[in-house]
């Protein structure tokens, strides 16, 4: 038992500076004024705190539950939505992007963090609702990356040794849109690649 836990305490710092790596290479994409759709979770926090050293950039990030690291940012203009009413604050935001003449035609962006994506399912989810939310922040961007890295690709519809014991099979899924960017890493099978370019990886970027 001491052992497995020390084995998986050693190789966090090797999950994290993936996670940096995949966020930085996602920040690359983006352009100044955009708009920025972010579910929160490790890779997506990391893309905030990415985007928090480019300070030429001013990026509105909506996302769908809020964490202590993402508001440590003042120079970034936030809106966390989280709980029951998530949906519907998402709908009213949108609403006030879509009016707003000094918003409307902004460049959006999505940034999805994936622990599981199944070529025939689509992004996994651990609920109804993260699942919903999801497919907003899919259907409202012009531009979307999802961001995996390759320990949840090498097995097709599987993930791999830590995301395994993390995050159970899933039985809520969202949908991957018809044109979407895979950022990953470089240990990303040639097989899993090709099964998701089927499925509308149209640009895939190995961060390295």
Same mark, same amino acid.
């Given at each position: 038992?001491?052992? $497995? %836990? /020390?084995?998986?305490?050693?190789?966090?710092?090797?999950?994290?500076?993936? !996670?940096?790596? %995949?966020?930085?290479?996602?920040?690359?994409?983006?352009?100044?004024?955009? @708009?920025?759709?972010?579910?929160?979770?490790?890779?997506?926090?990391?893309?905030?705190?990415? =985007?928090?050293?480019?300070?030429?950039?001013?990026?509105?990030? @909506?996302?769908?539950?809020?964490?202590?690291?993402? !508001?440590?940012? #003042?120079?970034?203009?936030?809106?966390?939505?989280?709980?029951?009413?998530?949906?519907?604050?998402?709908?009213?935001?949108?609403?006030?992007?879509?009016?707003?003449?000094?918003? !409307?035609?902004?460049?959006?962006? $999505?940034?999805?963090?994936?622990? /599981?994506?199944?070529?025939?399912?689509?992004?996994?989810?651990?609920?109804?609702?993260?699942?919903? %939310?999801?497919?907003?922040?899919?259907? /409202?961007?012009?531009? @979307?990356?999802?961001?995996?890295?390759?320990?949840? =690709?090498?097995?097709?519809?599987?993930?791999?040794? #830590?995301?395994?014991?993390?995050?159970?099979?899933?039985? /809520?899924?969202?949908?991957?849109?018809?044109?979407?960017?895979? @950022?990953?890493?470089?240990?990303?099978?040639?097989?899993?690649?090709?099964?998701?370019?089927? $499925?509308?990886?149209?640009?895939?970027?190995?961060?390295?």
């Amino acid at each position: 038992m001491a052992s $497995a %836990m /020390h084995s998986a305490l050693a190789a966090r710092p090797g999950i994290w500076a993936r !996670r940096r790596t %995949m966020a930085r290479a996602a920040v690359a994409y983006v352009r100044d004024n955009a @708009i920025v759709f972010l579910d929160t979770n490790a890779a997506t926090q990391q893309v905030a705190i990415e =985007l928090r050293q480019k300070l030429r950039f001013r990026v509105y990030v @909506i996302t769908n539950s809020g964490g202590p690291v993402l !508001r440590r940012f #003042p120079r970034l203009a936030f809106a966390f939505l989280y709980g029951a009413g998530a949906e519907r604050e998402f709908a009213q935001i949108l609403r006030r992007l879509d009016n707003a003449r000094s918003t !409307r035609k902004r460049p959006r962006y $999505a940034f999805i963090d994936a622990v /599981h994506l199944d070529p025939a399912r689509g992004i996994a989810c651990k609920s109804a609702a993260e699942a919903r %939310m999801k497919s907003l922040l899919l259907a /409202h961007a012009e531009k @979307i990356f999802i961001l995996a890295d390759a320990c949840t =690709l090498n097995s097709p519809g599987l993930a791999d040794g #830590p995301a395994a014991a993390q995050y159970p099979p899933a039985e /809520h899924w969202a949908s991957f849109p018809e044109s979407w960017t895979l @950022i990953t890493t470089d240990a990303a099978s040639a097989a899993a690649l090709k099964e998701l370019r089927g $499925a509308g990886a149209t640009e895939i970027v190995i961060a390295d």
